[in-house]
């Protein structure tokens, strides 16, 4: 059998649903959401999991969650043409408070993922973005006319989301 790098790492992540894990196993929509963001080591991935499980059904988790849930449900159904964001296009105040918040908290974020500390990262991030971004959303319509500032609003909901699902998980999968 002429199996590939491809074959054996997608065997070794289907594996994952199976494994003997320590009681309480983690669930299945937990394992699909950390298989959901990039990663080629699966010891890592199992770290991940773990580091979840461990905060499930805590208000840490749940507030994460729901960030990564909002940035990502604006964005699903919308189309993204801006990379970066442009802090020139700001109109309301509560757009610069949330890049204000991002920019003071990036580098804190990633730093605990780098550290492999994913459930201090996970709830730094929910700490982060929960409050702000509820006001946003409140206060601030993204979809709007003008597409340069929707863009904008747009750029600045993907740069929170990718900030925890390129690095931990997309915990918009989570049931």
């Known amino acids: 059998v002429g199996w590939g790098m491809p074959q054996v790492v997608a065997i070794l992540a289907e594996r994952l649903y199976t494994f003997g894990w320590p009681a309480p196993a983690p669930s299945r929509d ?7 963001s990039p990663w080629e080591d699966l010891v890592n991935v199992m770290d991940r999991i773990l580091a979840l499980r461990q905060m ?3 208000p840490t988790l749940l507030r994460a969650a729901k960030v990564v849930e909002r940035t990502h449900n604006i964005l699903k159904s919308a189309t993204l043409k801006q990379g970066d964001v442009d802090p020139g296009r700001f109109q309301e105040p509560l757009e610069r408070q949330l890049w204000d918040r ?7 974020v990633l730093h605990l993922i780098r550290s492999r500390s994913y459930a201090e990262a996970t709830a730094c991030y929910g700490e982060t973005f929960f409050d702000p ?3 946003f959303f409140e206060r601030v319509m993204v979809n709007v006319n003008e597409e340069a500032v929707q863009q904008n609003r747009l750029a600045l909901m993907k740069a929170i989301n990718v900030l925890y699902t390129e690095h931990i998980a997309d915990l918009s999968k989570l049931v």
């Open 102 to 108: 991002y920019q003071q908290n990036r580098e804190r």
């Open 133 to 135: 971004l509820h006001a």
């Open 56 to 58: 499930d059904g805590k």
């Open 30 to 36: 937990l394992i699909d959401a950390v298989l959901s």
